[in-house]
C-alpha cells in the first residue's frame, strides 16, 4: 500500500523539529511525523509521502525550500509550491488553496501507477486538496481533523466570517471523507457529531503515540535552568506549549501565585515555544510572552518562575526528567484537542494536572492518576497542583501510569490499527445491508466480556463466523457508542457486524459503504415520548452522578448508580409526569432511555425489517443492559461468566463456558444438529 499525509501548516520536516518557532509549528506535526515514520516500517506499506507547502524564509530554515526531503526508509517529504513564495500562518494559507491544489494534482498525474492508494488528510484546508484528488484519481480520503473550529466558539457567540469559512470547510471534510481519525472520545462522540451527525459512524478512535525522545538528564535541566531560578533543587510545575491564548499560560502563572504552598514546594516553568526576544514573533504570540512577564512581574515571582527563549529536544527530556523527580506537568488550555506533551510527559514518568475540556478527559482517567481541573477557574488549577504534588504514594502511582502511558500510546499499534481502516475502505464493496440480502438468523450479541474476555474464544468465533456469515446476520448490541464498539470489536480482532445496535439499543447503525449509517426510522420511533431535558431536572435532588459528557447521547442519559438509585429516580420520574425506561447494569452504571428503545426493541426492529420472526433469532449477553433482550427472546445464550444480576432469568440457556466459547456452545444448542469444536478457555 502507498500512502500519504497533507499537511500544509507551519514548518514540518525531518526530525529533529524546533516546534513552536511558530504559531502553528505545534503537536500536529510530531503526529504526522509519527504517524508517518511508523507505517513506513510495516511490511504491507510500500511508500509513504508527507506532502506541505514549500517556502522561502532562510531564518526558518533553508530545508523547507527544498522541493523533496528524506525522512526515514521510505518515507518522504514532498513541498508543493504555492503562488506565494513566503511563510504563511494558517489564516493566509486558505488564499493558497486553489493552487496547492492544483501543484498537488499536477504532482499525482506525473505519479501515474506510484500514486498513493490513500490520502490522509491532516485539518480540512488538506481535506480540500484531498477531496479534489478523490474526485481527479479515485484516491480514498482518510480525515483527521486535530482541532475544530466550532470549539473556539463561545455558547451563543457569533463566528467571524474567517472562522465560519473554516466551520465550512470542516463539515464538508466529516461530511466526505471516506474514514475519519480522531484521537479523543470527546471528538469522537461529542464534537464530530455537532457538525455532521452521521459522521460518527466512519469515525474511528484510534490514540496516537509519541515519537521517543533521548532519555533526559535532570542534572542539565538544573543547570538549564540556574540563570532563572533562586532554588534548582526544587521539584518543577513544567508546562510546554505554543505561546497562544487559548493555551492559558497566564492563568498558570495567576494559579502559582495565588498559593504560598506551591510557590514554597516548586518553581515554575513555561516552555512556552522559540524566540529570539520580545517584538519578533505575531502579534498573538508577542501578546501573550508580555502577559506571561507581566503575571511573573505583577506577583513577584522573579527566581520562582523560569520562560526560556530558546530549548532544543534535549532540553524537553531533560526538563521532562527534572518534573518527574518529584514535580508536575500542567497543561491549562481552554480546550485541548488532545495532548501529545502530556503523553510524552506521562510517559517520562511525571504526573499530569490538565483541562478537563478535551482529550484530557480521556487520557488522565486511562492513565488513572492526576486531576482534570476547570481551566476558567483559578482556584481549581491551584487545586489540582497541590493535589498531585502532595499525593500519598505518588511516586508509585507516577510509575504505574508511566507504564500504562508507554503501553497505550505506541506509533506502531497506531499504524496498525489505523492500516486496518484503510484496507477496509479500499476494499469496501459499497454495497449496503438491505432487507434484500436474506440470512437464516440473526445473532444479536453483546461485545464486552461476552465476545471479549477470552482471545482464543474471540479468535474461535471469527473463524467460526466467516464461514458462516451467510447463515447468521451478525449483530453486536452493546451500551457502548457505535465508536466505540468499533475501536473493541478491532482490538480484539473481532468480525465487522452487519449492524451495530449501540448506546443501550437507543440507536441502530447499518454498515454501508465505509462505515455505518444511523437508522433514521428507528430514531424517529424512539424520539416520540422522549424529553432528555425534563429527565435531567427530574433527576436534580437525587445523589446519582452524570457520566462524562461523551457519555450522553441523544436518546440516552447515563449516570453513575447502582439498582438501589432505582426506586428514587422512579419516584422523581413518576412526580414530574416523565416517560423513560431505566436500566442499572455492572451495579456502577445506569441508563435512562426513552420508552421505546432498548436492545431488545431494536432488535426486533432490525429482525422485522429482514423479515424475520423472533424464533430467528438468537441473544447472548452477560449483565444487566442485556436483560431485556436475553427475557424477550426465546433463543437466549448466557456465557459462564455473566454477573449475578441476571441470576433471576429462567428460560435462558446457561453455556458451562466463558465468553465467546459460551455464545458458540449456545449457538451449537439453539442451531447448529452437528458437533461443533469449541474454543478452550
Not at 119 to 127: C, L, N, P, T
Not at 337 to 351: H, K, R, S, Y
Not at 414 to 443: G, N
Request: overall charge negative.
Amino acid at each position: 500500500m502507498r500512502i500519504m499525509h497533507i499537511s500544509l501548516g507551519g514548518c514540518l520536516s525531518a526530525p529533529p523539529v524546533k516546534y513552536g518557532m511558530t504559531e502553528d509549528t505545534g503537536g500536529h506535526i510530531a503526529y504526522v511525523l509519527g504517524a508517518a515514520m511508523a507505517q513506513a516500517k510495516l511490511p504491507e506499506v510500500e511508500q509513504v509521502t508527507i506532502v506541505t507547502r514549500l517556502f522561502d524564509a532562510p531564518e526558518l530554515g533553508a530545508v523547507f525550500a527544498q522541493a523533496e526531503e528524506d525522512i526515514a526508509p521510505k518515507c518522504r517529504v514532498l513541498r508543493l509550491m504555492s503562488d506565494r513564495a513566503e511563510y504563511l500562518e494558517k489564516v493566509d494559507l486558505v488564499g493558497e488553496l486553489p493552487s496547492l491544489q492544483n501543484a498537488l494534482l499536477e504532482t499525482l498525474e506525473a505519479m501515474g501507477e506510484a500514486r498513493p492508494n490513500v490520502i490522509h488528510a491532516h485539518f480540512a484546508d488538506a481535506a480540500e486538496l484531498a477531496l479534489a484528488a478523490r474526485k481527479r484519481f479515485g484516491i480514498t480520503v482518510l480525515y483527521t481533523a486535530h482541532s475544530l473550529g466550532a470549539e473556539k466558539l463561545a455558547l451563543g457567540a457569533t463566528p467571524s466570517a474567517e472562522l465560519r469559512a473554516r466551520i465550512e470547510r470542516e463539515t464538508r471534510a466529516l461530511a466526505e471523507a471516506d474514514a475519519i481519525i480522531a484521537s479523543s472520545r470527546d471528538e469522537v462522540e461529542r464534537q464530530i457529531p455537532k457538525l455532521v451527525s452521521n459522521a460518527e459512524g466512519r469515525a474511528h478512535r484510534i490514540g496516537p503515540g509519541v515519537c521517543v525522545q533521548e532519555a533526559g538528564d535532570a542534572a542539565r535541566a538544573r543547570q538549564m535552568l540556574g540563570g532563572f531560578l533562586r532554588d534548582v533543587s526544587k521539584p518543577i510545575i513544567l508546562a510546554i506549549a505554543r505561546p497562544i491564548r487559548k493555551k492559558n499560560l497566564r492563568r498558570l502563572v495567576d494559579a502559582y501565585a495565588s498559593d504560598p504552598t506551591l510557590q514554597e514546594r516548586a518553581n515554575l516553568v513555561i516552555i512556552a515555544g522559540l524566540r529570539d526576544g520580545l517584538g519578533q514573533g505575531c502579534s498573538e504570540r508577542d501578546a501573550v510572552i508580555a502577559d506571561l512577564f507581566d503575571g511573573v512581574d505583577r506577583h513577584d515571582l522573579w527566581g520562582k518562575v523560569a520562560l526560556p527563549r530558546q530549548h532544543s529536544a534535549q532540553d524537553i527530556s531533560d526538563l521532562y526528567a527534572l518534573a518527574a523527580e518529584g514535580g508536575v506537568f500542567c497543561n491549562p488550555a481552554f480546550h485541548e484537542p488532545f495532548g501529545l506533551t502530556l503523553i510524552e510527559a506521562a510517559q517520562a514518568g511525571v504526573p499530569l494536572v490538565a483541562t478537563q475540556s478535551g482529550g484530557p478527559s480521556d487520557i488522565l482517567p486511562e492513565l488513572g492518576f492526576g486531576a482534570l481541573v476547570d481551566p476558567y477557574d483559578t482556584a481549581s488549577i491551584t487545586r489540582g497542583l497541590r493535589q498531585v504534588l502532595t499525593a500519598s504514594k505518588r511516586e508509585l502511582a507516577a510509575r504505574r501510569a508511566q507504564n500504562i502511558a508507554r503501553r497505550t500510546y505506541d506509533w506502531t499499534a497506531w499504524a496498525m490499527r489505523t492500516q486496518r481502516v484503510m484496507e477496509a475502505v479500499t476494499k469496501v464493496s459499497h454495497i449496503a445491508v438491505t432487507s434484500d440480502m436474506r440470512h437464516d438468523h440473526l445473532l444479536a450479541c453483546d461485545i464486552d466480556n461476552t465476545l471479549t474476555g477470552c482471545r482464543n474464544s474471540a479468535r474461535a468465533f471469527a473463524q467460526w463466523l466467516g464461514r458462516n456469515g451467510e447463515i447468521y446476520a451478525f449483530t453486536v448490541a452493546t451500551g457502548r457508542s457505535i465508536a466505540e464498539a468499533q475501536r473493541v470489536l478491532t482490538e480484539w480482532d473481532l468480525p465487522t457486524p452487519d449492524t451495530i445496535i449501540s448506546s443501550t439499543g437507543t440507536e441502530i447503525w447499518r454498515r454501508e459503504g465505509s462505515g455505518f449509517t444511523l437508522c433514521e426510522e428507528y430514531a424517529a420511533l424512539v424520539t416520540q415520548d422522549w424529553d432528555p431535558q425534563a429527565v435531567r431536572a427530574a433527576l436534580e435532588g437525587t445523589d446519582v452522578r452524570f457520566q462524562p459528557v461523551y457519555d450522553q447521547r441523544r436518546w440516552k442519559v447515563s449516570l453513575f448508580g447502582t439498582v438501589s438509585d432505582v426506586p428514587a429516580i422512579k419516584a422523581k420520574f413518576y412526580k414530574a409526569g416523565v416517560l423513560a425506561r431505566i436500566i442499572p447494569s455492572h451495579e456502577k452504571f445506569i441508563d435512562i432511555i426513552p420508552v421505546r428503545a432498548g436492545k431488545a426493541a431494536a432488535i426486533r426492529f432490525e429482525a422485522a425489517r429482514r423479515g424475520m420472526s423472533d424464533d430467528c433469532v438468537i441473544v447472548a449477553g452477560d449483565s444487566g443492559n442485556d436483560l431485556d433482550m436475553l427475557s424477550r427472546f426465546e433463543n437466549a445464550v448466557l456465557p459462564a461468566n455473566a454477573l449475578a444480576e441476571l441470576d433471576g432469568l429462567a428460560s435462558v440457556y446457561r453455556s458451562p463456558l466463558k465468553h465467546a466459547a459460551g455464545v458458540l456452545d449456545g449457538v451449537q444448542r439453539y442451531r447448529t444438529p452437528q458437533p461443533m469444536l469449541m474454543a478452550g478457555e
